[in-house]
Every structure is written in structure tokens, then in C-alpha cells.
């Protein structure tokens, strides 16, 4: 059988695309291939690697071959570089026997036969042209009034015999030097040079574009492929003649050309509904080539620079440096964006945005629809991913969630807001649980009886704030103030509800059926139910605790609009002091206590503060809580203490027994008490609970986390 003659130029930056390239050639054609690889340098780790996918085909051969010339004077074609030289300049280095070559992009990917293309009746020349390629669907698509049947350097024959006759590609460079303006070099030249001495392939089948394929039925019934663009589209009005041949196209390409910005693993790929299709070749290969050990999960990780957005929120802010020393530490350039002084912080940011393999992160929105031109996002505009931790419910962040950028990757502490942002916001692609985190105190952790505090308690209660965010109920249809009281209701007899649960369920119950959009929009501006069920339970746990005379060191904002606290002797409250005095307030109590805030099936940053302090934590229960410690009373292997806000009549608090797990509010008191006068007890469980926290709930192990399961595989 013939030997086939295939030729590629690449640099080190571009042997992982032909490594694809190539596997996805070998596994469906099983023919002899002698293979040059023409690159001004390749790092032996690089010609390796090709080597090693090479020595899959039966009868492969491989040679790296150093272009011969002086390019220093030639224009540098920007972004391609000299790049573009060396495939007319290998033209003139190929053996003398050789009768044609194909010259082949690197960003293909194969996924079918090839016997066409490379043994078709065409390759014997009967018409004496000097080249064969496919036409270039994507100005015909993007710009059809300016199109002209111009053919795609994707995927190229040129018949040697030719070529050498008009000077071979000396003559190529020197013409291409010559042109004043080529944005596409190789490919213009082509189309210049070659406009009647040529071969049309077919694109369909050798050099087809990820494109969504809304074409004429007529048309296609006679071999017609003329697909319409996103433009012509909207000004149609009857699209009874039109079908969608997306998938047809698809499965009958043999080659797949990810052209231009449509490279799977550019960041800013223009937007297309054919990706859905399309990726499906590239990313079968990609990963069978993982699992037969041709790449290595680092050969994975673009992401190598971060950018912190800090200085609004100092309790953000704590989690931020704890999270850029862990990633300094794993190799990680790491910048700090203090929004305080944007004028520096935009400056020093350049350096690591001009270059692909930046990422941003940040809590609660800080930066995340950050504009530098009016209307503009500046992360989409550099195409730059932004991770955007969420502290809160999604609700709290409705309007920035409606302006993300299409960069965004958003993360929740909780798996039903995970869940929330999952369904309202389809278009954020990046969608993940990650649970708040713990801060080491920087005091010294001592024995729990030595310690002055009983039971400390940080948080406010928002329930005088509510007034402020009642929404304008004759905005509404139906009566929404009573579908909110009654959601509110709903949450104090079943806390094991969310809020927007409570909420649709209260809406259906009367036939109200919204839309997505229109119910995320409704529960944004109900969510002051959610702030009066955290308020209701917040209170009822440490008016129940301090009037049974357990001793309470109370922190927190709105506590003083509650009377009772003046006349309880067992309660010290001592308003609001910062984020950094919080944890270290910690370390001087026996018992840190939290109640959620309505976090169902997540964490709170309280109670692995309070872990690592060195102190019992002691919260109200979740799904995650259950599923992931053990906060048993009676265990002892307790790492923490866990109760649940349900009355001991309801079931929601029960296994699948009828025995209750966790202790509910009223047996709070005794159960607390009685730990207190068990220092050995506490002891033991704050140990457990330190180690455990240290080993795996830090805000540096969520920074891992993120290391292993986001950034290393964008």
C-alpha cells in the first residue's frame, strides 16, 4: 500500500493539539504514514510525546525537521509568527520521490476513514493542478456578502511536480512577504496564488467547521450546503423550508477543523449552538488518550495566575489570604486586587491578564461585573474565568447573577443553592459546591476549662431590617403579601424546607404557576421571608438557652430590638466587633454555637471557626452536616454536636426507625448544661473536631479543592 506523506509545523505551545491530531488520525486510519514535523525547535519531552502516539500505527515513521533559511527579515505575520513561513519553506526540504504531500493543521480532529481523501481517483491528478483543499465555509457563513469561493488552509494537498515548476516554496515566501495585507498569510497566498489551479474537496466531509447547519431542505436534497448565520436567521421570517442538519453534518464529516477562535481550548470561542455537537470529537479523544496515559492530568492545568479581589469585606477578606497562601504554595502566581485602590490594582493586574492562564476569584460579587468601558464586562472582554464564591443564598445576588459574565463560574456553600443557580441560570456553564471554610486563630489554644466563656454565640438577627426590604405587594397579581405569611408559616412548622421550596409550594397550592424567570424574580423579592425564619429560630435557640440559665456571650447586630435581653442575668451581650476578634473570641470558649442561615444541605464558616479554636461546636443540622460528621450526642466519636430546629413531635428529626437523631430546641438546655459540667467530654470532641477540621474544613483546603477539581481542568 502507498505511503502517505503528511506534513505539520508547530512549536512546543502547539504539540498538545497535534498529539490530538494525530491519535485521532491513527485510530481510524490504519495506513502507512511517513510524517514530517517541521518546528524551529521541539523540546525533547515534546518530540517524545509525539513519538509515543506515533508508535500506535502499523507502519509510522517521524522525523523533526529544522526549516532551512533566513526568516529574520520576513514580516512577523502576527499572531502566527514565522510560524507560517515554515510550511512554504518545507515544501522545498521534502525527499525528491515524493509525488504529493498533505499539509495539515494541528487543530483538527479525525473521526472517520480517510481512504477518500488520501487514495480518491483526485490524488492522481487528471486535471494537472497544483493543489487540492476544501472551501472555506466560515467567510461564507460570517460574511456572505463579501464572500468569495475562497478555499480553507485547514487541510491541504499540494502535487510537488507543480509546486517546484513555479519555484517551489522559495517563490511562496517571497510573494507572501510581498503582500500587504493577509490577516489569514498561508491561506490568502493560497487563495491568490492558486484561484485556477486548484482542487475543490469536499468541506462536508474533509474540513468541516463547528457551525450550527440551519440550511435550506431544497437545497440539501440537491447536494447544496449553503448553512445561514445567526443574522440571517433573525431576519427570516418563514423558516418552514429550513431544517436543522447540525447533527447530520456531523456524523458525516470525517475531519472536524476547530478553525480560528472555535479552538476548544481558547477562552474566548465566539458563541455558537453547534458546540454542543461538536465537541463531542474532540473531547472523545481527549479523553481516551487520558485513560491510555497520553496526557497526564498536569499536562491539563492552563490556569497558573490568580487574582484575588479583597477590600470591602474584612470577613471576606480572611478567607481570601488564607486561600493565596495556599495556592503561592503550590506554584500559583498570585496577585491581591485591592479594590480600594483601583487605579494600582488595574495596573498591576496587566502583567497576568495579557497573557492566556489567568483566573479570578471572589466572594459575593466583589469585581465580578467589574466595566471599565459602560456596558462592557471586563472579565468577558479579556475572556478571562471569574470564580464568584457565594457566601449567601443565590437570591441575595439576583442582580449581579443577571449581569455575569459569560466567563463566570459560580460556587455555593450549599448544594440546594447550587442547585438554585442550576435552574435559573442556565447560562452560567460552571455551576459547584464548595463549603465555607475555617480560619486558624492565631492565639494559642488551651484546655476547655480554662476557658472564660461558656457558650459564645456571633451572629445578628435581621428581623428588624425587614421593613426595608418588603417589596411593593400591588406589583403583584395575586395576593403575595398572605402567599409570603404563609410561606413563613410553612418554614416555622417544617424547617427542614428552603425558603423557595416553601415559597412555590405556597404558590402552587393555589394554582400559580410561574415561569423560571418569573418565580426567581418573585422569590428575590420575598426573600424577607427567609430573614424572618433565620431571625425566629436565632432567637428562640438563645432565648431558650439563656432563660434556662445557660451562660451565653452573645455578638451580632438587631439583637437590640429584642426587650427580653435586658432582664436575663445569664446573657452577656456585647454587640458587634469584626470578623478577627470573632475567631479569637473563639478561642476563649468552651462551646461555639451556630444556627444556619437557612442553609439546608451546606456549611457555615462558624462552625469550622469554631472547630479550630479548640472549642465544641454546636449547630443546628443540615444535609451535608449529617452526611459528612458525626455530630451525635451519644457517639463517641462526636467532632461536633449537631440539633435540630424540628419539635420532637415531627418526623423530619426522625430514622427510618421513628428514633430520634438530633436533640430539638427545648432539650438544648439540658443537654448543654450537662456538657458543661463534663470538661473530660468537651475536651475529647473539641479534639476530634480540631483535627478534623484542620486536616480538611481550613479555607487552604478549600483552596486545594479548588486546585484539584476546577482549576486544573479549565
Known amino acids: 500500500m502507498e505511503t502517505i506523506t503528511l506534513m505539520f509545523v508547530v512549536n512546543d505551545k502547539f504539540v498538545d493539539p497535534l498529539s490530538t491530531t494525530l491519535y485521532s488520525l491513527l485510530k481510524h486510519n490504519p495506513y502507512p504514514f511517513r510524517i ?11 518530540q517524545e510525546k509525539i513519538k509515543k502516539i506515533a508508535a500506535l500505527g502499523k507502519d509510522v515513521t517521524v522525523s523533526f525537521v529544522k526549516p532551512e533559511g533566513d526568516f529574520s527579515n520576513l514580516p512577523y505575520v502576527e499572531p502566527y509568527g514565522k510560524e507560517v513561513y515554515y510550511k512554504l519553506a518545507g515544501l522545498d526540504m521534502l525527499p525528491e520521490d515524493l509525488d504529493r504531500v498533505y499539509c495539515l493543521d494541528a487543530d483538527i480532529i479525525v473521526k472517520g476513514d480517510l481512504k477518500e481523501l488520501f487514495f480518491g481517483q483526485w490524488t492522481k491528478n487528471p486535471n494537472h493542478v497544483s493543489m487540492a483543499a476544501c472551501m472555506d465555509l466560515y467567510e461564507e457563513f460570517y460574511h456572505p456578502d463579501k464572500a468569495r469561493e475562497s478555499i480553507n488552509a485547514g487541510v491541504l494537498c499540494f502535487f510537488l511536480d507543480k509546486i517546484k515548476a513555479m519555484g517551489g516554496g522559495k517563490e511562496l515566501i517571497r510573494l507572501l512577504a510581498e503582500m500587504e495585507y493577509a490577516p489569514y498569510p498561508e491561506q490568502d497566498l493560497l487563495n491568490e496564488v492558486f484561484w485556477d489551479d486548484r482542487y475543490i474537496l469536499p468541506w462536508e466531509k474533509f474540513d468541516c467547521i463547528p457551525l450550527p447547519y440551519i440550511m435550506k431542505v431544497s437545497e440539501v436534497q ?13 431576519g427570516m421570517g418563514d423558516l418552514s423550508e429550513y431544517a436543522d442538519y447540525t447533527r447530520a453534518v456531523y456524523e458525516n464529516a470525517a475531519i472536524i477543523h476547530y478553525i480560528g477562535n472555535y479552538k476548544l481550548w481558547k477562552k474566548d470561542r465566539p458563541e455558537s449552538s453547534g458546540y454542543e455537537v461538536f465537541n463531542r470529537a474532540y473531547d472523545e479523544i481527549k479523553t481516551e488518550m487520558i485513560q491510555g496515559g497520553f496526557i497526564l492530568q498536569d499536562d491539563l492545568q492552563n490556569i497558573r495566575r490568580l487574582i484575588f479581589m479583597t477590600g470591602v469585606y474584612d470577613t471576606l477578606d480572611i478567607f481570601s489570604y488564607d486561600m493565596m497562601e495556599y495556592f503561592k504554595g503550590v506554584g500559583y502566581e498570585v496577585l491581591e486586587f485591592d479594590t480600594k ?4 490594582a488595574l495596573g498591576a493586574i496587566y502583567p497576568l491578564v495579557s497573557e492566556p492562564g489567568a483566573c479570578v476569584i471572589t466572594f459575593n460579587n466583589l469585581g465580578y461585573n467589574m466595566e471599565l468601558v459602560p456596558g462592557q464586562n471586563l472579565w468577558q472582554q479579556l475572556q478571562i474565568p471569574i470564580v464568584n464564591i457565594l457566601m ?15 466567563t463566570a463560574i459560580v460556587l455555593c456553600p450549599d448544594r440546594n443553592h447550587m442547585a438554585y443557580v442550576q435552574r435559573f441560570y442556565p447560562e452560567i456553564s460552571i455551576t459547584g459546591f464548595l463549603p465555607h471554610g475555617g480560619s486558624i486563630p492565631k492565639k494559642e489554644v488551651g484546655l476547655i476549662e480554662n476557658r472564660p466563656i461558656d457558650v459564645l454565640y456571633a451572629g445578628g438577627i435581621s428581623r428588624g431590617f425587614v421593613k426595608d426590604v418588603l417589596p411593593d405587594f400591588s406589583q403583584f397579581s395575586f395576593d403575595a403579601k398572605d402567599v409570603g405569611d404563609k410561606a413563613y408559616e410553612m418554614l416555622l412548622k417544617q424547617p427542614n424546607l428552603t425558603t423557595e421550596e416553601a415559597l412555590e409550594k405556597e404558590l402552587l397550592s393555589r394554582g400559580i404557576q410561574l415561569s423560571d424567570p418569573e418565580l426567581c424574580d418573585f422569590i428575590e423579592k420575598m426573600h424577607y421571608v427567609d430573614m424572618l425564619a433565620v431571625s425566629y429560630f436565632r432567637e428562640k435557640v438563645i432565648r431558650t438557652l439563656a432563660e434556662a440559665g445557660v451562660s451565653v456571650t452573645l455578638y451580632g447586630t438587631g439583637w437590640e430590638e429584642c426587650d427580653w435581653i435586658k432582664d436575663c442575668p445569664s446573657l452577656d451581650f456585647r454587640g458587634r466587633v469584626s470578623s478577627y476578634e470573632i475567631v479569637e473570641k473563639m478561642a476563649d470558649s468552651k462551646i461555639v454555637l451556630n444556627t444556619m442561615t437557612w442553609f439546608k444541605d451546606g456549611s457555615h464558616d462558624r462552625v469550622f471557626n469554631g472547630m479550630l479554636s479548640g472549642a465544641v461546636a454546636v449547630s443546628d443540622t443540615s444535609g451535608y452536616m449529617e452526611e459528612f460528621f458525626d455530630g451525635d450526642w451519644e457517639s463517641d466519636n462526636a467532632e461536633l454536636l449537631l440539633f435540630s ?19 430539638g430546641i427545648e432539650e438544648l438546655p439540658e443537654r448543654i448544661q450537662s456538657l458543661l459540667k463534663d470538661a473530660k467530654r468537651m475536651q475529647e470532641i473539641a479534639d476530634r473536631g480540631r483535627a478534623r477540621a484542620l486536616s480538611k474544613e481550613t479555607w487552604a483546603m478549600r483552596a486545594k479543592e479548588l486546585h484539584e477539581d476546577l482549576l486544573s481542568q479549565l
Not at 440537491?222 to 433573525?234: A, C, F, S, T
Open 36 to 46: 514530517f514535523v517541521f518546528a524551529e525547535s521541539l523540546s525533547d519531552s515534546s
Open 222 to 234: 440537491q447536494g447544496i450546503y449553503h448553512p445561514i448565520n445567526r443574522v440571517q436567521l433573525e
Open 341 to 344: 485602590d483601583m487605579v494600582k
Open 392 to 406: 449567601d443564598h443565590p437570591f441575595c445576588h439576583k442582580r449581579a447573577l443577571d449581569q455575569s459574565p459569560n
Open 645 to 663: 430546629l424540628d419539635n420532637p413531635d415531627e418526623s423530619a428529626n426522625a430514622d427510618s426507625s421513628g428514633v430520634f437523631c438530633y436533640p
